[in-house]
């Protein structure tokens, strides 16, 4: 059975950083690109970061370039999402994904990350 | 960036109504489109994907078509279960992006 689990979310002042955790069980995590995507309370979905199934190649949105780092142990099964000089605006569920063709098949049950002073 | 615009952002339905939403992408995606259901406190949900093939498990009452750069979602009849958030996405490249979602409440 495939689960994905989030950590690490919390309240965190602006401008300090914080890393997420996906812990992935019940498929071959090596074999996957995964995702980062974020949810506002109440709003859209939004895209975050992609990394492929080495960690050879990642993608980033705009919103996230420079600050977010994706990166994947692959012998742990682990997914991570270092965020650093984190915004107001980063405030948000975040949720990790595991692609497929479908384009994602599984996600995770999201951490809440809370940027306030 | 490819941009999605979905509508309504909030629909009220009754039990047994059809109901559609749309989603029209800014560039062509070819049939690239997945629509998914969100309820409160859970992660989003794959219902169609490839714009019109239905996700194993998905009740048949769903249905996704495509004409040009507009695609639908429509419920044939609506259910209890399926009153919920509604979401597409777009998956032509690597930065996906994602419609408003539309609410579907009673």
């Known amino acids: 059975q495939v689960q994905l689990v989030e950590s690490g979310g919390g309240v965190v002042q602006p401008g300090k950083s914080l890393r997420l955790s996906c812990v992935a069980s019940?498929?071959?995590?090596?074999?996957?690109?995964m995702n980062w995507v974020r949810q506002i309370p109440g709003k859209g979905l939004e895209w975050v970061a992609v990394?492929?199934?080495?960690?050879?190649?990642?993608h980033y949105a705009d919103a996230v370039e420079g600050r977010f780092t994706i990166s994947r142990d692959n012998s742990e099964n682990t997914l991570f999402l270092q965020m650093n000089s984190l915004r107001s605006e980063d405030t948000a569920v975040y949720y990790c994904?595991?692609?497929?063709?479908?384009?994602?098949?599984?996600w995770g049950q999201g951490t809440l990350v809370t940027v306030s002073s | 960036d490819i941009q999605m615009t979905q509508s309504p952002s909030t629909l009220s339905a009754s039990v047994g109504d059809r109901v559609t939403i749309t989603c029209r992408a800014s560039q062509s995606i070819s049939s690239w489109l997945a629509w998914y259901q969100q309820k409160p406190g859970k992660a989003p949900k794959l219902l169609i994907y490839k714009a019109s093939t239905l996700e194993t498990g998905v009740p048949s009452r769903f249905s996704g078509s495509r004409s040009g750069t507009e695609f639908t979602l429509t419920i044939s009849s609506l259910q209890p279960d399926d009153f919920a958030t509604y979401h597409c996405q777009q998956y032509n490249s690597y930065k996906w992006t994602f419609g408003q979602g539309t609410k579907v409440e009673i």
């Open positions: 990394i492929s199934y080495d960690g050879n190649n990642k």
């Open positions: 994904a595991r692609e497929s063709t479908r384009p994602t098949d599984y």
């Open positions: 019940g498929f071959t995590f090596s074999s996957f690109p």
